[in-house]
Nanobody
Framework: QVQLVESGGGLVQAGGSLRLSCAPS????????MGWFRQAPGKEREFVAV????????CYGDNVKGRFTISRGAAENTVFLQMNSLKPEDTAVYYC?????????????????????WGQGTQVTVSS
């Protein structure tokens, strides 16, 4: 069973930047659509960004558009989330997600149920 492993979270001041990484713990046999979600205390898990299996297309949630960038790494199914101009409201646990089936583009894949692989999450805290 493939598991996704996130890294790169931490504490940063408002206006700062962080780069999150995600990689599979085992071998995968096809390129997944990869996404990032986040969950703040007492709130539902929220869509952040998704990238197509080729890396050629990406979509973002309205709350992060223009500040965050999702990209794929050279290794299969590795993905990054570059977060700039961070705000205190970006504080949350960030989760990497992978979709191993179906279409190769990410447009519309904004729901938790759209993904079948998840990481354990990494905490991002933005201080004011």
């Amino acid at each position: 069973q493939v598991q996704l492993v996130e890294s790169g979270g931490g504490l940063v001041q408002a206006g700062g930047s962080l780069r999150l990484s995600c990689a599979p713990s085992g071998r995968t046999f096809r390129r997944y659509v990869m996404g990032w979600f986040r969950q703040a205390p007492g709130k539902e898990r929220e869509f952040v960004a998704v990238v197509s299996s080729s890396g050629g297309n990406a979509c973002y949630g309205d709350n992060v558009k223009g500040r965050f960038t999702i990209s794929r790494g050279a290794a299969e199914n590795t993905v990054f989330l570059q977060m700039n101009s961070l705000k205190p409201e970006d504080t949350a646990v960030y989760y990497c997600a992978g979709r191993s089936y179906g279409r190769s583009y990410g447009l519309g894949l904004t729901g938790v149920k759209d993904y079948d692989y998840w990481g354990q999450g990494t905490q991002v805290t933005v201080s004011s």
